[in-house]
């Protein structure tokens, strides 16, 4: 069973969007509002990207998307 956590930058007033939980072969990304939902399985070079792209600020967002 994976051991799902949020972010720490999540409010924790039932606002948070998604879960994650850590898989030798990468993760996995679910809703958290709809934790028996579709889970989203990430490899681990994906997933390895999308942190990168998240930490130096290269993922492209719009500011409709942090809304």
Known sequence: MPQWFKSSYSGGSGTECVECAFAPSGAFIRDSKQ????VIPAGLE???RFLDAV???SLPLSSANLS
């Open 35 to 38: 934790v028996s939902g579709a």
């Open 46 to 48: 994906a997933w390895c």
């Open 55 to 57: 930490s130096t600020g």
